[in-house]
């Protein structure tokens, strides 16, 4: 019963963590732009959140550090905690933040959809993934990289009319559309620069996981780096002292969830989960976070669906899963290679003797 238990868990334990994953970041970001509207910094919402998660998994790191003999940090591992930093929460989360601002948690879902296309041209930059043209599943893959990125565009450049929007101003969206269309192209731009920085740090993650294979260790300095990073970068960009000033209960409830969702819990599971399986399998998971994200924006902030949107998250995902299927393919056939090896290798002896 044990036995046949533990690979089971090891199957679902990684799903259900990156399910949990999805969910809890799309309540964040609807958290942080509903704060966001209420006049929260961007740049202060991330600096705070990610500074009070870094307290919060003081405690651990000081006591994982007491109790466990781990490998010396070198020269080189610090260096690498401290890019993992710069990339994973200073500039993703800084652009994160900011284009979400200028647009919705709904964009932000459907363009992090992105990230397991790019994920995949990384890994194989990087050499985790193999890549052979003549291969189906290879040109299913590239296929779907194409059509993902096709996909981004028809939502950067197209809004299109809004849809199911039950509000009775549709002169004034007329007025504010024209001054609010270069603030979504803005907002589109910069979440697909951090669906850039989010793949390249699932594939940097990885490997810095695998040369040192400390989690805690790992997940708290690049926190607390990230957090150093991202306080330099807003006290050289808001000169403005009033906006570190907290004024209501919504700013609050945002850094909280985020600081304890965001830096202790995700980063962790994050961590594990690219240890356990690889960059591959945790981008996989991003088309979830696209129908929660509409829901909770039409429910929670009044956001408004359009056309271009759902046109282009509908591509986005024909791409992804065309990516994800000429991945599954090359497992099938790893796994047949592997059972034709240990076949061929049991029959071996008998042909000797």
């Given at each position: 019963?044990?036995?046949?238990?533990?690979?089971?868990?090891?199957?679902?334990?990684?799903?259900?963590?990156?399910?949990?994953?999805?969910?809890?970041?799309?309540?964040?970001?609807?958290?942080?732009?509903?704060?966001?509207?209420?006049?929260?910094?961007?740049?202060?919402?991330?600096?705070?959140?990610?500074?009070?998660?870094?307290?919060?998994?003081?405690?651990?790191?000081?006591?994982?550090?007491?109790?466990?003999?781990?490998?010396?940090?070198?020269?080189?591992?610090?260096?690498?905690?401290?890019g993992l930093g710069l990339l994973g929460i200073c500039l993703l989360q800084v652009c994160a933040y900011t284009g979400i601002s200028y647009s919705?948690?709904?964009?932000?879902?459907?363009?992090?959809?992105?990230?397991?296309?790019?994920?995949?041209?990384?890994?194989?930059?990087?050499?985790?993934?193999?890549?052979?043209?003549?291969?189906?599943?290879?040109?299913?893959?590239?296929?779907?990289?194409?059509?993902?990125?096709?996909?981004?565009?028809?939502?950067?450049?197209?809004?299109?009319?809004?849809?199911?929007?039950?509000?009775?101003?549709?002169d004034l969206n007329k007025i504010i559309l024209s001054s609010e269309k270069s603030k979504w192209i803005l907002g589109s731009l910069l979440i697909?620069?951090?669906?850039?920085?989010?793949?390249?740090?699932?594939?940097?993650?990885?490997?810095?996981?695998?040369?040192?294979?400390?989690?805690?260790?790992?997940?708290?300095?690049?926190?607390?780096?990230?957090?150093?990073?991202?306080?330099?970068?807003?006290?050289?960009?808001?000169?403005?002292?009033?906006?570190?000033?907290?004024?209501?209960?919504?700013?609050?409830?945002?850094?909280?969830?985020?600081?304890?969702?965001?830096?202790?819990?995700?980063?962790?599971?994050?961590?594990?989960c690219l240890r356990k399986k690889g960059p591959v399998f945790v981008s996989m998971f991003k088309p979830i976070s696209m129908v929660i994200a509409?829901?909770?924006?039409?429910?929670?902030?009044?956001?408004?669906?359009?056309?271009?949107?759902?046109?282009?998250?509908?591509?986005?995902?024909?791409?992804?899963?065309?990516?994800?299927?000429?991945?599954?393919?090359?497992?099938?056939?790893?796994?047949?290679?592997?059972?034709?090896?240990?076949?061929?290798?049991?029959?071996?002896?008998?042909?000797?003797?």
């Amino acid at each position: 019963m044990g036995g046949g238990m533990r690979p089971f868990m090891e199957k679902v334990l990684p799903f259900a963590a990156m399910v949990l994953v999805e969910c809890g970041e799309v309540w964040m970001i609807t958290l942080g732009k509903a704060a966001m509207n209420e006049g929260l910094s961007s740049f202060v919402y991330v600096v705070y959140y990610n500074a009070l998660g870094t307290v919060l998994l003081l405690p651990n790191f000081i006591i994982h550090s007491c109790r466990n003999n781990r490998p010396p940090l070198t020269l080189s591992v610090f260096s690498k905690l401290f890019g993992l930093g710069l990339l994973g929460i200073c500039l993703l989360q800084v652009c994160a933040y900011t284009g979400i601002s200028y647009s919705s948690p709904t964009l932000a879902a459907a363009l992090g959809n992105l990230i397991p296309a790019f994920t995949f041209l990384f890994a194989i930059i990087f050499r985790m993934e193999k890549f052979d043209i003549m291969k189906p599943s290879s040109q299913a893959k590239a296929l779907g990289t194409v059509v993902a990125i096709t996909g981004a565009f028809v939502m950067t450049f197209y809004q299109g009319p809004p849809l199911f929007n039950t509000i009775h101003d549709l002169d004034l969206n007329k007025i504010i559309l024209s001054s609010e269309k270069s603030k979504w192209i803005l907002g589109s731009l910069l979440i697909t620069i951090t669906c850039i920085c989010s793949s390249s740090w699932n594939v940097f993650q990885t490997a810095t996981v695998k040369e040192y294979p400390d989690e805690v260790t790992v997940v708290f300095l690049f926190c607390c780096f990230g957090t150093i990073q991202c306080a330099i970068f807003t006290l050289v960009f808001e000169r403005n002292t009033d906006v570190w000033i907290l004024d209501n209960t919504t700013e609050w409830v945002s850094i909280i969830f985020a600081a304890i969702f965001g830096t202790a819990l995700r980063n962790s599971l994050i961590t594990w989960c690219l240890r356990k399986k690889g960059p591959v399998f945790v981008s996989m998971f991003k088309p979830i976070s696209m129908v929660i994200a509409v829901i909770m924006g039409i429910m929670f902030l009044g956001d408004v669906l359009h056309l271009g949107s759902v046109i282009g998250a509908v591509v986005i995902a024909l791409g992804v899963y065309a990516v994800l299927y000429g991945q599954s393919k090359d497992r099938n056939l790893m796994v047949n290679d592997i059972s034709r090896l240990e076949s061929s290798t049991e029959n071996t002896p008998l042909l000797r003797k």
